[in-house]
């Protein structure tokens, strides 16, 4: 007696489940997939193009950065405006644009922003080299790392105003020691980031420059230092954050022009809106040096990363 069901249609009956079973996978996955793809252009990844797109100009940047300093300023004058503070405490934002242009009018304000600028340049630059030099030399030597190192730690730690008197009794009140003391605060910054980029710097694309016969200073300055561009970049821009804290305080002290002075002076005077504008000046410029600094490091970067 034959079976009711041969072999043969029991394997066809099983291969036709078996594509039935991948048919319905094969749906589901695409229903997935296309699930997934309606998430996507309604949620997340969408909304960060869209953000990327604000944030990838400069323009764009620049308006989303202003947006909470105009918030501040309208909160600013709503508490001047509901009498929160005294005028000799916060005067109103009109006061302090007055103050500012009563001392443009006579030509000050922009003396005071020259002098200052002057300082923090000159200061920059000459604590930025010293700062280049001395970390690279400490990052490459193991004996220089050894013997100055843990002097350099030990000055590192002096604050800022400790230095003033000193530099006082022996460079007088003149620009010599405003313009050391900046120097003094612009230096460590750079020194520690090029000493400790130096020090990890890739062994592997050191001896790759020694066999192409670069030694000593060569080697630095055509493989060790491009290799570490964004550490000096970051350094350069604390020095001149530094820069301009030292500047405040060497003018605090001993000056009669600059924005640190005209800070002591509108305290001394009881001149608030006058003090609220140095701040807000030195504020603004110190902001647009970073910026020019910025423009530099992209180029840097673009050119020997």
């Known amino acids: 007696m034959s079976p009711l069901v041969s072999p043969e249609?029991?394997?066809s009956a099983s291969q036709r489940a078996d594509e039935a079973v991948g048919r319905r996978n094969r749906g589901a996955t695409t229903a997935g997939r296309g699930s997934g793809s309606g998430t996507r252009a309604g949620?997340?990844?969408?909304?960060?193009?869209?953000?990327?797109?604000?944030?990838?100009?400069?323009?764009?940047?620049?308006?989303?950065?202003?947006?909470?300093?105009?918030?501040?300023?309208i909160a600013w004058w709503?508490?001047?405006?509901?009498?929160?503070?005294?005028?000799?405490?916060?005067?109103?934002?009109?006061?302090?644009?007055?103050?500012?242009?009563?001392?443009?009018?006579?030509?000050?304000?922009?003396?005071?922003?020259?002098?200052?600028?002057?300082?923090?340049?000159?200061?920059?630059?000459?604590?930025?080299?010293?700062?280049?030099?001395i970390g690279s030399i400490l990052g490459l030597s193991t004996w220089a790392d050894a013997v100055l190192a843990p002097l350099v730690g030990a000055?590192?730690?002096?604050?800022?105003?400790?230095?003033?008197?000193?530099?006082?009794?022996?460079?007088?009140?003149?620009?010599?020691s405003k313009i050391t003391l900046v120097a003094i605060g612009a230096f460590f910054p750079i020194?520690?980031?090029?000493?400790?980029?130096?020090?990890?710097?890739?062994?592997?694309l050191v001896e790759a420059g020694r066999a192409f016969g670069y030694h000593g200073l060569r080697l630095l300055r055509t493989v060790q230092l491009p290799a570490v561009v964004p550490s000096v970049f970051s350094g350069l821009r604390?020095?001149?954050?530094?820069?301009?804290?030292?500047?405040?305080?060497?003018?605090?002290?001993?000056?009669?022009?600059?924005?640190?002075?005209?800070?002591?002076?509108?305290?001394?005077?009881?001149?608030?809106?006058?003090?609220?504008?140095?701040?807000?000046l030195l504020a603004v410029i110190g902001k647009l040096t970073d910026a020019i600094l910025g423009l530099v490091e992209q180029r840097a970067i673009r050119r020997w990363s």
């Open 191 to 204: 020194f520690t980031n090029v000493y400790a980029a130096l020090k990890h710097v890739d062994p592997h």
């Open 78 to 133: 709503a508490a001047t405006a509901a009498g929160l503070f005294s005028p000799v405490q916060l005067p109103s934002p009109a006061s302090v644009i007055s103050a500012g242009i009563d001392l443009a009018a006579d030509g000050s304000l922009w003396h005071h922003i020259a002098i200052s600028v002057q300082r923090v340049l000159l200061g920059f630059a000459i604590g930025g080299v010293l700062g280049l030099v």
């Open 238 to 280: 604390l020095a001149l954050a530094q820069a301009w804290l030292f500047l405040v305080a060497a003018e605090l002290i001993a000056s009669s022009m600059g924005l640190g002075w005209l800070l002591s002076d509108s305290q001394n005077n009881g001149r608030t809106d006058r003090l609220i504008l140095a701040i807000i």
């Open 43 to 73: 949620g997340g990844p969408a909304t960060e193009r869209g953000t990327r797109g604000v944030l990838g100009t400069p323009g764009g940047r620049a308006v989303v950065g202003l947006l909470l300093p105009v918030v501040l300023v």
């Open 155 to 176: 000055i590192r730690a002096v604050p800022s105003l400790a230095w003033v008197p000193l530099l006082i009794l022996w460079m007088g009140i003149g620009e010599d």
């Open 9 to 11: 249609h029991l394997t």
